[in-house]
C-alpha cells in the first residue's frame, strides 16, 4: 500500500540523503524495494554493514542508488564479500557494489586469490 510501503520506504531513503532524483532511480532500478523487504529486518541492517566498513552517508548513497540490488543480498554474503575486499587491499569506496552481482566462482576468483 501507499501508506504502508511506498511512504515510508521513500521517507527513509530521503533520510538516507537520497535527492527526490536518486530515490526515483533507485525504485526504477529495484522495484522490490517498495514492499518486498522489511525496513528494519533487511534494508537497515545491509547500510549499518556498509557503515561498518567504514562508507560513508554519501557513499552508501551513491553505492545504493547506483546498485540498488545490494538491498536484495543477503546480509551475510554482503559483509562476507566487504571483509573479503576489505582484506585484500581492494575496497574502493568509490565504485559500486557491482561485484556483488557476480556469481562465488567469478568472485573467489577475481578477489580471493590477490
Given at each position: 500500500?501507499?501508506?504502508?510501503?511506498?511512504?515510508p520506504?521513500?521517507?527513509?531513503?530521503?533520510?538516507?540523503?537520497?535527492?527526490n532524483?536518486?530515490?526515483?532511480k533507485?525504485i526504477?532500478?529495484?522495484?522490490?524495494?517498495?514492499?518486498?523487504?522489511?525496513?528494519?529486518e533487511?534494508?537497515?541492517?545491509?547500510?549499518?554493514?556498509?557503515?561498518?566498513?567504514?562508507?560513508?552517508?554519501?557513499?552508501?548513497?551513491?553505492?545504493?542508488?547506483?546498485f540498488?540490488?545490494?538491498?536484495?543480498?543477503?546480509?551475510?554474503?554482503?559483509?562476507?564479500r566487504?571483509?573479503?575486499?576489505q582484506?585484500?587491499?581492494?575496497?574502493?569506496?568509490?565504485?559500486?557494489?557491482?561485484f556483488?552481482?557476480?556469481?562465488?566462482?567469478?568472485?573467489?576468483a577475481?578477489f580471493?586469490?590477490?
Amino acid at each position: 500500500s501507499l501508506e504502508g510501503n511506498l511512504k515510508p520506504r521513500v521517507k527513509w531513503l530521503r533520510e538516507l540523503g537520497m535527492d527526490n532524483s536518486q530515490v526515483a532511480k533507485t525504485i526504477v532500478k529495484f522495484p522490490n524495494l517498495m514492499g518486498g523487504y522489511s525496513l528494519k529486518e533487511n534494508l537497515k541492517p545491509k547500510v549499518q554493514t556498509l557503515l561498518k566498513y567504514a562508507f560513508t552517508d554519501e557513499q552508501i548513497v551513491r553505492v545504493l542508488s547506483t546498485f540498488p540490488a545490494c538491498f536484495g543480498l543477503s546480509s551475510k554474503r554482503l559483509a562476507h564479500r566487504l571483509s573479503v575486499l576489505q582484506a585484500s587491499g581492494v575496497l574502493n569506496k568509490h565504485t559500486s557494489c557491482s561485484f556483488m552481482s557476480l556469481t562465488d566462482a567469478k568472485f573467489a576468483a577475481r578477489f580471493v586469490s590477490q
